[in-house]
C-alpha cells in the first residue's frame, strides 16, 4: 500500500508548452488516496509564488472527496441534514425556495470547493441589479438590500458547515460584506393615536382584552396567542414567554418554541395589564389566555 501524503506535500515540473504547473495535496479520499489541487503559471518564480499561497490557503486542512460536489448538491444536504431538524418547516421552505430562486441558477453548478469570496460579491451585484423575478410593473428589477443581506446570512451559515465537516479549506462568505442595511425608523403610535385605539377596542368585549395585552407589552402575534395560564404569574405579575402559535398553509395550527433563544423570556407586566389578566382568569374556560371567543375550548 502507498504510503499516505502529508496534506501540503506537493510537486513542480515544466510542461511541454512551456508552462509550469504545481500540485499540493489538500486532503484523502475514503481509501487513503490523495485528493490534489493544480496550479499553473508562466515561469517557475510565479509557480512559486502561487504554491507559497495554495499552501498557506490549505493549512492544517485535510478535505474529503466529497469536496467536488456542486454548490447546489452540497445546499441541498445541508438543508435536509444539518438544518431541517433545527428549523420550523415554513423557515426550511424559504431558505430553500430563496437558494432556488436566487442562488443556483448562478454559482449552482460550480464545485463547492471552487466557490470564492469574488463569486459571492459577483452574485450579490446581480442581485441588486437584476435579481428579482418576475418584476411587477413598475417594481424594480433588483432585489433589496436587506434581502440580499438575507441570503448572504444563508450562504455563510451553509459555507461555515461546509468549512467544518473539511469540504472547504475556509469560508469564502466570511470575506465578503453584504450589502449595507439602512433601518428603516420604527413607526410607533403617537399618543393621540394611542388613545384613539385605546378608546375603540374598549367598546369591544371579544377583543379588548388581547389588544390590551398587546399594546402595553409588545408581545407578538404568534406569542401571545400561544399563552397559556401557566405562563402567567399572577402573584408576581409577569408572563414567561415560551412558545408562539403559527400556521403552515393547508395545515392546523400548531405551538412551538420561540423562534430563537432570546425570544424565551419573562417579562413583568404593567400593573393594570397584570390586574386585567387576573380578572380574566377568574373566568377562563380553557388553558389558553386568549383562546378563540367563539369557540374557548
Known sequence: MAKRRPSGNGMVRKRDDGRWEGRIVVGHKDNGDSIFRYISA????GLSAKLRQLT???????LTEESNMSLSVWLDKWLDEYMAATLRPLTLKGY????????????GNKALSKITAADLRSLYRTLQETGRVCPRDGQ???LSARTVHGIHTTLHRALKT?????LIPSNPAAEVDPPKVDG???KILTEAQLDTFMSVIGKDEFWHDFFYTAVTTGLRRGEICALRWEDFDAKQGTLHVRRTLHKGKGKPLTTDDTKTYAGTRKIVLPPSTAQLLRERKK???AEWI??????PE
Do not use: C, I, W
Not at 508562466?42 to 518564480?45: I, L, M
Not at 461546509?162 to 473539511?166: K, Y
Not at 386568549?290 to 369557540?295: A, E, I, L, Q, R
Open 56 to 62: 498557506e490557503a490549505y493549512k492544517g486542512v485535510d
Open 140 to 142: 424594480s428589477p433588483g
Open 184 to 186: 428603516a425608523p420604527m
Open 290 to 295: 386568549f383562546s378563540n371567543p367563539f369557540d
Open 96 to 107: 430553500r425556495r430563496s437558494l432556488e430562486l436566487h442562488v443556483k441558477p448562478h454559482l
Open 42 to 45: 508562466p515561469t517557475q518564480k
Open 162 to 166: 461546509a468549512m467544518e465537516q473539511n
Open 283 to 285: 373566568t377562563a374556560l
